[in-house]
């Protein structure tokens, strides 16, 4: 949220900077000065704004795992490729503004088109919707990043208020139009995303409320701006302007809190890619006959993906089906809305309640054996990357076990055949994906036996791991899932065979 902020107050200075530095030469007072470009510095810094978003990407919403264990494979994704069209751009406009600082504009204009294609409109609306997110955007980078440099044209020409009167005044008939557009498009954006109905019983609705408000206040600094410009009396009214400036700032921030979170879903059709998560995720896996399951939990949303035995090929569709009913920690159940986000993609707008709440899910695939799943998501979220390095330590350091396990790639034959392997704890980490002690979501829940479930997600290769860890730090059970198979195992350690 902080680094879209960010990207966005960049966008906003260099266009606003663009549009706003040929008003101030016209209007320059006799032995005055233009205020130094800040269009060089702003580009720099959104550069460094989307170098984080791609690596919130790569690291599956965390930066550290964007360093040790990257999902490069994300960078092909929707918003991955658009993350980095915006890095490139931003680039070019430090390079560009190195040498010609009045065309920094020219490369970085078109991360707003970037952001009109990857906001919420163009999921429900293609086309059009990314054509109302791109004008509403780009019209509140100019007006923004114009006012700010009215702003800083009326504090350094203060001895001159004929000059400052006027920049302000060119200024405010372009803001007339820029305030239409993106009031505008910002109202058909928000009828498109969010039913009236949602408006005041979702967060997403809410912040939209929030964003209205500063609006209105924005626009009543504004026409008091406007009537001072009326009557020309005194001295430019800058604190009025700055006031108007701040809010514009803070309506920027406000966008990019809905950039980055789950809106309400409409029922009928289907989204190009599955929502950004907002916040941690709690991933849990599952299988049902030959169709693996993974579930992607986070605020106000839950995501499934659903594998079929060779849809890892290009264009592969299996043409999956399912159906989801959510029982909540009070044992409330209720239907899920759920909309497709891609091939096997199914995304449906949940209130998490505090606890254990339990999905069930019909799944099925054309020429593959489907079924019900269940699955349990603890609620909220537990981020406990700590967990997990321990339990390498533990198995690192522990001698010859037994691991009983069974496999089975359709479960409705069963779990598999067991038979037992006796590795050392080293041998058998080495053959796990959290080897390194790395995963790209790691949460725990404790249990009232004493026991811990390490819950582990690896959202590149859609695996998902469940542990019963005891009290001594050590494995008692292992539920792997993974888009093909699924493994569970029952550690046995000798001193235990002792002391029983």
Not at 165 to 185: E, I, K, N, P
Request: glycine share 14%; charged share 15%.
């Amino acid at each position: 949220m902080v680094l879209r902020w960010v990207l966005f107050a960049a966008l906003a200075m260099v266009l606003g900077e663009a549009v706003a530095v040929r008003w101030g030469r016209r209007a320059l007072p006799g032995g005055g000065r233009l205020p130094p470009r800040w269009a060089l510095f702003a580009a720099v810094t959104g550069l460094g704004a989307a170098l984080g978003l791609v690596a919130v990407i790569v690291g599956d919403g965390s930066m550290l795992s964007a360093v040790t264990d990257p999902a490069l494979g994300q960078l092909d994704s929707r918003p991955g490729v658009l993350a980095l069209f915006e890095t490139g751009a931003f680039t070019a406009g430090g390079l560009v503004g190195w040498r010609w600082p009045g065309w920094v504009w020219v490369p970085v204009s078109v991360v707003v088109v970037a952001e009109g294609l990857r906001a919420h409109p163009q999921a429900f609306l293609p086309g059009w919707g990314a054509l109302a997110a791109t004008v509403h955007l780009g019209a509140a980078a100019v007006w923004v990043g114009g006012l700010v440099y009215v702003v800083r044209c009326a504090v350094c020409w203060r001895s001159a208020p004929a000059a400052g009167w006027a920049v302000l005044g060119s200024y405010a008939r372009l803001a007339a139009w820029l305030f239409a557009a993106v009031v505008t498009t910002g109202v058909v954006s928000a009828l498109v995303v969010v039913p009236l109905s949602s408006v005041t019983s979702t967060g997403y609705g809410r912040w939209l409320l929030v964003k209205l408000g500063l609006v209105a206040a924005v626009s009543g600094c504004a026409l008091a701006g406007r009537w001072r410009l009326r009557r020309r009396e005194g001295s430019v009214p800058v604190r009025v302007v700055r006031a108007e400036a701040g809010l514009l700032v803070a309506v920027l921030g406000v966008t990019a809190v809905l950039g980055a979170s789950a809106p309400p879903r409409q029922g009928g059709g289907t989204l190009l890619v599955a929502p950004p998560a907002t916040g941690p995720v709690v991933q849990v896996g599952a299988r049902t006959g030959e169709i693996g399951v993974s579930v992607a939990a986070s605020d106000g949303q839950v995501v499934l993906q659903l594998t079929a035995p060779g849809s890892d090929a290009p264009g592969a569709d299996a043409g999956y089906r399912l159906s989801a009913t959510l029982a909540d920690p009070a044992s409330a159940t209720r239907t899920l809305r759920v909309r497709g986000c891609g091939v096997g993609c199914f995304v449906a707008p949940v209130a998490w309640g505090k606890g254990t709440s339990h999905l069930t899910l019909r799944v099925a695939a054309n020429g593959w054996q489907g079924g019900t799943a269940s699955v349990a998501v603890p609620w909220p979220a537990h981020p406990d990357p700590e967990a997990l390095e321990r339990l390498a330590r533990v198995l690192s350091g522990t001698g010859t076990l037994t691991v009983y396990e069974r496999v089975t790639s359709d479960t409705t034959r069963g779990l598999g055949i067991p038979h037992s392997l006796t590795p050392t704890g080293k041998q058998f980490l080495t053959s796990e994906p959290y080897s390194g002690g790395r995963a790209a979501s790691v949460n725990t829940v404790p249990g009232s036996d004493g026991t811990t479930t390490v819950l582990l997600g690896y959202p590149a290769g859609q695996t998902q791991i469940e542990l019963t860890v005891g009290a001594d730090g050590r494995p008692q059970r292992e539920t792997l899932t993974a888009p093909n198979h699924l493994v569970t195992r029952t550690f046995i350690y000798p001193e235990r065979d002792e002391e029983s």
